[in-house]
């Protein structure tokens, strides 16, 4: 059974542009998550989509949003980005909603604002 | 709110000894813990999880976890390290309706 696969896999971009990021889940698994790595700030939860259904969301500010297809394939967008939105952004998907269930991670897109 | 530390941002070992990984968690729910491990480049591999059926834990390649709840921690454990087993790190907790709050993770280094 394939994996979790994300595309792309680098990104870079300028501060100002928008950017979306696609996270397609392993097959029959119907929650995709969304997590930001930074050295920084570390692993930070930015949201959880089950059903179409935004179910759980993170304290990042309304310029991240996401969208979960039919499919179950799940997108994020970043508007308005800022040098700080520089980092690997993971996607996990598992058979159901909630923290609580065993999560498979993809292997992130890197993204670099300049 | 849930939290997680971990103690030590780098931990050095022998290869052949034990490996002792420190995470300490607050949640105000019965939490549900996880070990994960992050090689080089790449995303997030389960090792293991706790969800109360037994405060001893066995994981993939030799890792165990035991849940104290008196301590209100879940150390990562393995007899004896493997230069494989370098690499980062993370434990994590989630109540159940959360995300995944994570540790700010422990770069374990293997010394031949």
């Known amino acids: 059974k394939a994996g979790v696969t994300q595309t792309p896999r680098y990104l870079i971009k300028t501060r100002g542009q928008q950017v979306t990021l696609s996270c397609s889940p392993i097959?029959?698994?119907?929650?995709v998550s969304w997590y930001q790595q930074t050295p920084g700030q570390g692993l930070q939860f930015l949201f959880e989509?089950?059903?179409?259904?935004?179910?759980n969301k993170g304290n990042f500010p309304g310029r991240f949003s996401g969208r979960q297809f039919s499919n179950s394939r799940s997108e994020m967008n970043v508007s308005t980005l800022e040098l700080g939105d520089s980092a690997l952004y993971l996607c996990?998907?598992?058979?159901?909603?909630?923290?609580?269930?065993?999560?498979?991670f993809g292997p992130g897109t890197r993204l670099t604002v300049l | 709110a849930q939290s997680v530390t971990q103690l030590g941002s780098h931990v050095s070992v022998s290869e052949g000894a034990l490996v002792l990984l420190r995470c300490n968690y607050s949640?105000?729910?019965?939490?549900?813990l996880f070990w994960y491990v992050q090689y080089p480049n790449q995303g997030l591999q389960l090792l293991l999880k706790?969800?109360?059926?037994?405060?001893l834990v066995k994981g993939i390649n030799g890792f165990e976890a035991e849940f104290k709840k008196s301590e209100t921690s879940f150390h990562l454990t393995k007899p004896s390290a493997h230069m494989s087993d370098a690499a980062e790190y993370f434990c994590?907790?989630?109540?159940?309706?959360?995300?995944?709050?994570f540790g700010k993770g422990t770069h374990l280094i293997i010394q031949p």
């Open positions: 996990a998907s598992s058979l159901a909603a909630g923290g609580h269930n065993e999560q498979f």
């Open positions: 097959s029959g698994h119907r929650s």
């Open positions: 989509y089950f059903s179409e259904t935004q179910r």
């Open positions: 949640s105000s729910v019965p939490p549900y």
């Open positions: 706790y969800t109360s059926a037994a405060t």
């Open positions: 994590a907790v989630s109540e159940r309706a959360s995300g995944l709050t």
